[in-house]
């Protein structure tokens, strides 16, 4: 399908983008546009009518990637293809860089950023379609009131699917954003919630600046994901792994964290308390690992069933300890 005329701003500082929000606010609405890879193809499929688009790829502050102090800032403006490829996240945060080189294909990585794949929407086959068929009442993200994907449902059940937000999760990253009151900063897994039709807590008028990262010398952590095809396609079920050891190379804390199970990233906290005092992660018997799951539980999706992605969350899960034995 063919773009359908819209208005493009691109500021070049974070004060310029205050005064474009501020106007088209008034004029219709706008949407904030990173690479394209995601906001381009929505407009395309009709499922973003917005006629004003304000790319924030000229704001400078958004394209840092660096060391400040103890922790390490990422932009959000940085290319998921920079995150992969920069020495400074590989040496640091291997479950980062390999997140993000799972992420579409090379192109979709030239273009795509850390922003935006934190902020990715929410997906679900009923909602993701260029046509609504006439035949079905719209759902909550087609305006609707009511779930498709579970029957009765009170909210939006779609699915989050994204990569780099779990790598993220399981390094305990902060993320900084900038609004009308300035800026704040907050732990990651504060900025998320299980809703479908609004999984972020972020207002239309503020804008993620990046996230920063501490860097831990004694830390591993690994990403592993399973996917339909092996290129340019969302997780099915995606686990991120960050361990920290003490002097003696024993665990004493354990992070993982978990994506395509719920309408967010999520934090598998009962692993914390397992990991720690092991001396190698793949040490943890798989029905631990199976127990430690048990609370969480996805819905069918994407013709997987629950206890289907559960099983392919505990497999995950075991691949990720298994390969947490280095940086």
């Given at each position: 399908?063919?773009?359908?005329?819209?208005?493009?701003?691109?500021?070049?500082?974070?004060?310029?983008?205050?005064?474009?929000?501020?106007?088209?606010?008034?004029?219709?609405?706008?949407?904030?546009?990173?690479?394209?890879?995601?906001?381009?193809?929505?407009?395309?499929?009709?499922?973003?009518?917005?006629?004003?688009?304000?790319?924030?790829?000229?704001i400078?502050?958004?394209?840092?990637?660096?060391?400040?102090?103890?922790?390490?800032?990422?932009?959000?403006?940085?290319?998921?293809?920079?995150?992969?490829?920069?020495?400074?996240?590989?040496?640091?945060?291997?479950?980062?860089?390999?997140?993000?080189?799972?992420?579409?294909?090379?192109?979709?990585?030239?273009?795509?950023?850390?922003?935006?794949?934190?902020?990715?929407?929410?997906?679900?086959?009923?909602?993701?379609?260029?046509?609504?068929?006439?035949?079905?009442?719209?759902?909550?993200?087609?305006?609707?009131?009511r779930?498709?994907?579970?029957?009765?449902?009170?909210?939006?059940?779609?699915?989050?699917?994204?990569?780099?937000?779990?790598?993220?999760?399981?390094?305990?990253?902060?993320?900084?954003?900038?609004?009308?009151?300035?800026?704040?900063?907050?732990?990651?897994?504060?900025?998320?919630?299980?809703?479908?039709?609004?999984?972020?807590?972020i207002?239309?008028?503020?804008?993620?600046?990046?996230?920063?990262?501490?860097?831990?010398?004694?830390?591993?952590?690994?990403?592993?994901?399973?996917?339909?095809?092996?290129?340019?396609?969302?997780?099915?079920?995606?686990?991120?792994?960050?361990?920290?050891?003490?002097?003696?190379?024993?665990?004493?804390?354990?992070?993982?964290?978990?994506?395509?199970?719920?309408?967010?990233?999520?934090?598998?906290?009962?692993?914390?308390?397992?990991?720690?005092?092991?001396?190698?992660?793949?040490?943890?018997?798989?029905?631990?690992?199976?127990?430690?799951?048990?609370?969480?539980?996805?819905v069918r999706?994407?013709?997987?069933?629950?206890?289907?992605?559960r099983?392919?969350?505990?497999?995950?899960?075991?691949?990720?300890?298994?390969?947490?034995?280095?940086?």
């Open positions: 399908m063919n773009l359908k005329p819209f208005n493009h701003f691109r500021p070049g500082s974070l004060d310029e983008l205050a005064v474009i929000m501020a106007g088209t606010a008034a004029q219709g609405g706008f949407v904030l546009m990173g690479g394209g890879t995601d906001v381009l193809v929505k407009i395309k499929q009709r499922l973003l009518t917005t006629p004003n688009i304000i790319s924030v790829s000229g400078r502050v958004l394209a840092e990637l660096e060391q400040q102090g103890s922790d390490i800032f990422i932009g959000a403006g940085v290319t998921l293809r920079h995150l992969e490829e920069s020495a400074l996240i590989r040496d640091n945060f291997p479950a980062l860089a390999q997140a993000a080189a799972a992420v579409g294909s090379p192109q979709l990585r030239n273009m795509g950023t850390v922003g935006g794949n934190i902020r990715l929407d929410t997906r679900c086959l009923y909602f993701n379609r260029p046509e609504w068929p006439g035949d079905i009442v719209p759902c909550f993200k087609r305006g609707g009131d779930c498709h994907v579970v029957k009765g449902g009170k909210r939006c059940y779609a699915l989050f699917c994204a990569d780099t937000p779990a790598a993220l999760l399981a390094l305990d990253a902060r993320i900084v954003i900038a609004g009308p009151a300035g800026q704040i900063e907050m732990p990651l897994d504060e900025f998320y919630r299980d809703d479908g039709l609004a999984c972020c807590r207002e239309a008028n503020e804008l993620i600046l990046g996230v920063k990262l501490a860097a831990q010398p004694r830390q591993e952590s690994c990403y592993v994901r399973f996917s339909g095809r092996g290129a340019i396609d969302f997780p099915l079920v995606g686990v991120a792994l960050a361990v920290e050891k003490d002097g003696s190379g024993v665990v004493c804390r354990g992070r993982l964290a978990a994506t395509g199970v719920q309408s967010r990233p999520v934090l598998l906290p009962k692993f914390e308390e397992l990991l720690t005092g092991l001396k190698h992660p793949r040490e943890l018997a798989q029905q631990k690992i199976v127990d430690a799951l048990k609370d969480i539980k996805p999706h994407h013709g997987l069933s629950p206890a289907y992605r099983h392919l969350l505990a497999v995950m899960a075991e691949r990720a300890l298994g390969m947490g034995e280095g940086r």
